[in-house]
C-alpha cells in the first residue's frame, strides 16, 4: 500500500475514486457471498431499491458489473440503430468520449459544442432539434468531471421530450450527489456510478431506462450487433433468471453490491437533500477559498460543478504544470487530478465527493496546495480561514 513512515495512505482528492464511505469500509471485511441464489435474490433487489431511490425513478433499474463506459455504450448501441442521428452535447473530454461512442457504433453524430468550461445553451439543443426533426436521440453529461460543469440537465430533457428525442445521460460523477430526477425531468437512460459522490467501491453500474426507451428498443428494426451492450439480452436475463436470483447475463461481483448497498443506506440517511446540499455549500466555499489565494477556478460560478472544482495554473507554470500534483502526493500524500486532452498541465482537479465533502478533508488541501505552490516559487494567499469563514458550522 502507498504509505509514509507512519503507515497513513495516501488521500484520495482526485473526483474518483473517492474515500470510501465509512459503511463501505465495514462491509469490505464481510465474507464472500453467490451473486446468485435465494439468500443473495433480496440483497440485490433491495440494492436497486435503493439505486431507483437515488435515480428517482419507478421505471426499471438494473446494475451493471462494468465500468461506466460499457454501461454508456449499452445505452447508445440499444437505443440508437447505424446510421440514425444523434445530437450529442460536447463541452469536454467525457461529453466528447460519449459522441465517440455513438459516431464509432455507426450513428450520424451532430456534436453541439461549447467552449471548455462553458455550457451549451439549451436553446441551442432546441434550434438543432428543430432543424433535425429525425433525431433518435440525444446525448449529455450531467456532471463533465474533466472542467468542473454542471450541465442543465433539467433544460435538456425538457427540449429532448418536446422534440420527442430519447435522451441519455451520464451521471456517473454527480450521482447521488447532485439532484437527479430520472421520472421528473424526463430522462430515458441513465448512468449512475459507485465509487464518486457515493463513496463506494468500483465494480457495479446502476442504470435506469425508462419505459419510452424499452419501447424505442422494441421497436427497432435491426437488432444490436452485440451480446452484452444489448438491451435486449439483460430484458431476457432480467425476465427469465429472476426467479434463480441470477437476472444478469454474467457474474456480478457481490462485495461490489453490498459496497453500493451500504453507500446508498448511508446517503439516505443523510438525506438526499441534505448530501446535496453539503456538496453545494462544501464547493462553494472551496472556490471562494481557491480565488482568495490569488488563483483562478475554471467556470463561471453560475455553472460550477458542486463535486469537482478546476483550478486554472498560472500560464507561467504550465511546463511544470504536473509537479503541482506530483509534490501534493509525495510531501503531503494528498492526491489530486490533473487536466485530460487539451488541459493537460493547464488545470489541477480536486474532488469533494461524499466524505471528501468537508472541512476535514479540505482543510488540509487547501494548506497543502499554499505550500506546493511556495515549493513551485508562487506565494498564495492562505484560503483556509475563507473556507472556513463559508462554511461556518456546517462543513
Ligand atoms: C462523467 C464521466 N463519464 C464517464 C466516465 C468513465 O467511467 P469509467 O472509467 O468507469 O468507464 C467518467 C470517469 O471519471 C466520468 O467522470
Redesign the pocket.
Known amino acids: 500500500m502507498n504509505t509514509n513512515f507512519f503507515g497513513e495512505r495516501t488521500v484520495l482528492m482526485i473526483?474518483?475514486p473517492t474515500e470510501l464511505h465509512p459503511a463501505v469500509q465495514r462491509v469490505l471485511n464481510s465474507p464472500i457471498m453467490a451473486h446468485y441464489g435465494p439468500e443473495w435474490a433480496p440483497v440485490y433487489n433491495e440494492a436497486l431499491k435503493l439505486a431507483a431511490a437515488i435515480f428517482k425513478t419507478k421505471q426499471e433499474v438494473f446494475m451493471m458489473p462494468t465500468?461506466?463506459?460499457?454501461a454508456?455504450e449499452t445505452g447508445v448501441v440499444s437505443l440508437v440503430e447505424p446510421g440514425e442521428k444523434v445530437v450529442a452535447v460536447v463541452n469536454g473530454f467525457?461529453s466528447e468520449?460519449l459522441a465517440d461512442i455513438a459516431s464509432l457504433t455507426g450513428a450520424e453524430t451532430i456534436k453541439l459544442a461549447a467552449e471548455l468550461g462553458k455550457v451549451v445553451d439549451p436553446n441551442e439543443l432546441d434550434k438543432v432539434l428543430s432543424k433535425n426533426k429525425d433525431v433518435k436521440a440525444v446525448l449529455a453529461?450531467q456532471?463533465?468531471?474533466s472542467t468542473g460543469v454542471l450541465n442543465p440537465i433539467p433544460e435538456y430533457a425538457k427540449v429532448a421530450r418536446q422534440h420527442d428525442a430519447l435522451f441519455v445521460v451520464?451521471a456517473?460523477?454527480s450521482y447521488g450527489g447532485v439532484e437527479m430526477e430520472f421520472d421528473g425531468w424526463g430522462i430515458d437512460f441513465c448512468v449512475g456510478?459507485a465509487n464518486?459522490c457515493l463513496g463506494s467501491i468500483?465494480g457495479t453500474v446502476p442504470v435506469a431506462v425508462s419505459e419510452k426507451a424499452w419501447e424505442a428498443f422494441r421497436k427497432r428494426r435491426t437488432q444490436p450487433r452485440s451480446f452484452f451492450t444489448n438491451l435486449g439480452v439483460w430484458r431476457h436475463y432480467i425476465d427469465e433468471w429472476a426467479p434463480i436470483g441470477h437476472p444478469y447475463p454474467t457474474t456480478i461481483s457481490p462485495h461490489a453490491v453490498l459496497c453500493f448497498k451500504a453507500a446508498a443506506e448511508a446517503l439516505l440517511q443523510e438525506g438526499l437533500e441534505n448530501r446535496y446540499s453539503r456538496h453545494r455549500l462544501v464547493s462553494a466555499a472551496f472556490r471562494k477559498a481557491v480565488r482568495s489565494m490569488g488563483l483562478e477556478t475554471l467556470p463561471e460560478e453560475r455553472d460550477a460543478s458542486p463535486v469537482v472544482t478546476a483550478v486554472a495554473l498560472p500560464s507561467s507554470l504550465w511546463k511544470d504544470g504536473g509537479k503541482v500534483g506530483q509534490i501534493m502526493l509525495q510531501k503531503h500524500r494528498i492526491m489530486i487530478g490533473g487536466g485530460l486532452a487539451q488541459l493537460h498541465n493547464k488545470i489541477i482537479r480536486i474532488g469533494h465527493m461524499c466524505v471528501t465533502a468537508s472541512s476535514r478533508y479540505i482543510v488540509p488541501t487547501l494548506a497543502a496546495l499554499r505550500d506546493t505552490f511556495q515549493q513551485l516559487g508562487y506565494t498564495l494567499n492562505d484560503g483556509v480561514e475563507t473556507f472556513m469563514k463559508n462554511i461556518g458550522d456546517s462543513g
Not at 465500468?67 to 460499457?70: A, F, L, M, N, R
Open positions: 473526483p474518483g465500468p461506466g463506459t460499457v454508456l467525457f468520449r453529461v456532471n463533465e468531471t451520464d456517473i460523477s456510478y464518486k468500483p
